[in-house]
């Protein structure tokens, strides 16, 4: 995919893959990087340290009002998402004997974040009538 201009959100933008994405969708000509994490100030910092294209922003993509929120925010912003990396993800540390909120918040970010992405990003992309083959996953790298 061509970067060149592109709009992206990559939530679990804070650290690790996703600041490293965000780091490499810059360097390859996004007009603007989105950077979500649960942990803003760590967001920010990224954001910071990639250059004026990135923006660090809260937000936990468990929540699906705050997901919509977030894509609401970033398309009123930069007029468009063009690409989407549902990056944050976490783990129980246990096995079967993990609590069960455990669980249920490895099931929340893990499944249920895409789904809440998936719903708030792609009527639009699908109105704008883009080449959007693999819409909803970050497939760049």
């Not at 894509?71 to 912003?77: G, H, I, L, P, S």
């Not at 468009?80 to 249920?104: K, M, Q, S, Y």
Request: net charge negative; aromatic share 4%.
């Amino acid at each position: 995919m061509n970067l060149t201009d592109r709009v992206a959100v990559i939530t679990g933008g804070a650290g690790g893959i996703g600041a490293a994405l965000g780091r490499r969708f810059a360097a390859e000509g996004a007009a603007a990087v989105v950077l979500v994490d649960l942990n803003a100030d760590a967001a920010r910092t990224v954001a910071e340290a990639i250059g004026p294209v990135a923006h660090g922003v809260p937000a936990d993509v468990a929540d699906e009002a705050q997901v919509r929120a977030l894509v609401e925010e970033t398309e009123r912003r930069y007029g468009r998402i063009d690409l989407f990396c549902a990056n944050a993800g976490v783990a129980t540390g246990g096995g079967v004997d993990a609590p069960d909120a455990d669980w249920e918040r490895s099931w929340q970010v893990n499944v249920m974040a895409h789904v809440y992405a998936a719903r708030s990003v792609l009527p639009a992309m699908l109105r704008r009538g883009a080449d959007y083959q693999n819409a909803g996953r970050c497939s760049a790298l």
